[in-house]
Nanobody
Framework: VQLAESGGDSVQAGGSLRLSCVVS????????MTWFRQFTGNERKEREGIASINDDGTTYFADSVKGRFTISIDNATNTLFLEMNALKPEDAATYYCAADEKVRAEWWMDPLMYYYWGQGTQVTVSS
């Protein structure tokens, strides 16, 4: 199984970006696919779960991105998307996609629940 993110860029605050994650070799009938981000500042090195989607279409969002980010999946191309709008400087981070069999709802933000990870894509937001 391989996950490959793309779409990271440098934008100004208030701008938008769409991240993509192409998934190959994944054949599970049930899944959870989630976007995480990791800040580079010393005080926040843990990966933060921000958006997740299950095979039944159920989505979850962290409060920090709710209303600004959307998650979707194109099953025809095995591509996971993260549409990010109204970006803020505090959204600047490395963004990762992760996948595994369906994760319990209460654990969707826990990076330990996911075995498959992409290499990350960098998002920079200037004020």
């Amino acid at each position: 199984v391989q996950l490959a993110e793309s779409g990271g860029d440098s934008v100004q605050a208030g701008g938008s970006l769409r991240l993509s994650c192409v998934v190959s070799g994944y054949t599970l009938s049930t899944y959870s696919m989630t976007w995480f981000r990791q800040f580079t500042g010393n005080e926040r090195k843990e990966r933060e779960g921000i958006a997740s989607i299950n095979d039944d279409g159920t989505t979850y969002f962290a409060d920090s991105v709710k209303g600004r980010f959307t998650i979707s999946i194109d099953n025809a191309t095995n591509t996971l998307f993260l549409e990010m709008n109204a970006l803020k400087p505090e959204d600047a981070a490395t963004y990762y996609c992760a996948a595994d069999e369906k994760v319990r709802a209460e654990w969707w933000m826990d990076p330990l629940m996911y075995y498959y990870w992409g290499q990350g894509t960098q998002v920079t937001v200037s004020s």
